[in-house]
């Protein structure tokens, strides 16, 4: 098969395509021909040597592929060769081939093709599972989420939407906070030249906030909250280590939660997959949440699919096709 390799850490010019054995597919695992994948934050950090694969997962990169069944391993049931699915990964997406657990498998959403279906089984799992599942967002509740014009803050802000949150969203430019406002978010925040904190204060805090910058926000965010809000940190763009102030977070009986999807062991992975499955591909199957996918490149480009993650001015998901 052919596949985006590594040759060494470093740059996007470090990607190249190579010639590599098709995978075999392990008890429990489906093998699905890749018709797209997409291009993550954790691509460009394990490029650079920064984050690499849990045991015993594909040293490729890619978090999420869509394509079609192309054989069964021992056990797996309730999957046909020749399904339209998309998945969740911990790694191999870049290729026209990758072993997938069973549990990590889902059916395309209805109405999408299957290079669109590639760029969204991350994010929705992520977004799903944060703010949903372990943040707990209600209907009325306030929601706060960090870069909203990229590939999370798009489906997040669509989907809290979609559910009755009101939606408030970080962006650095006219254009992306306008993207964001078509998409469904009722206050956007350009942080150029605005203060998060300050709006969240005049709207009584955020009882969720979903973030991606990590130490650099960790006081403003927790500042940003309502009593009993949740902050939900799910990146480190702006470092690991900072100060957070235990009396603020006391006084408003809130809660600081760090995440990671892609070490859960498979059967927690699996739990996410089925729950998005029933609760947000029926919001996707109607047009209430769609990808929003800023461009889409062969293999064979993959190095200008990571200069445009970089380079942060996309909007939306950056998909690649074999």
């Not at 995978?23 to 950090?45: F, H, I, M, S």
């Not at 395309?108 to 707990?136: H, K, Q, R, Y």
Request: hydrophobic share 45%.
């Amino acid at each position: 098969m052919r596949a985006v390799i590594v040759s060494e850490p470093g740059g996007p010019e470090a990607l190249t395509v190579a010639e590599l054995p098709d995978p075999e597919p392990g008890p429990g695992e489906v093998l699905v021909k890749v018709a797209a994948t997409a291009v993550n934050r954790a691509d460009t950090l394990q490029r650079q040597g920064f984050y690499p694969p849990p045991p015993g997962a594909s040293e490729i990169l890619g978090l999420e592929c869509s394509g079609t069944v192309a054989a069964l391993g021992d056990g797996v049931t309730g999957w046909s060769v020749g399904d339209e699915v998309c998945a969740l990964l911990a790694g191999g997406g870049y290729a026209e081939l990758v072993a997938v657990p069973a549990g990590q498998l889902m059916p395309v959403p209805g109405g999408l093709d299957l290079v669109a279906a590639g760029s969204i089984p991350e994010v929705a799992c992520t977004v799903w599972s944060n703010v949903f599942m372990i943040a707990g967002l209600q209907p009325g509740e306030k929601l706060l989420v960090h870069g909203g014009a990229g590939g999370i803050g798009t489906f997040a802000i669509q989907l809290a939407s979609a559910l009755s949150a009101k939606v408030f969203t970080t962006a650095g430019s006219a254009e992306k906070l306008a993207v964001c406002a078509d998409l469904g978010a009722d206050v956007t925040i350009n942080y150029r030249d605005e203060d998060f904190v300050e709006v969240l204060h005049e709207a009584g805090g955020a009882d969720v906030i979903l973030d991606n910058m990590g130490a650099k926000y960790l006081g403003r965010n927790v500042d940003a909250l309502a009593t009993e809000g949740r902050l939900v940190v799910i990146g480190m763009q702006g470092g690991s280590k900072g100060e957070l102030d235990l009396g603020m977070l006391l006084r408003k009986r809130g809660a600081v939660i760090a995440t990671a999807l892609r070490a859960r062991p498979t059967e927690e992975k699996a739990t996410i997959a089925a729950s998005v499955v029933e609760h947000v591909w029926p919001l996707v199957a109607d047009g209430r949440v769609r990808p929003v996918v800023h461009a889409t490149l062969p293999f064979d480009r993959a190095a200008e699919a990571h200069r445009l993650m970089e380079d942060s001015g996309h909007i939306g998901k950056i998909v690649l096709t074999p």
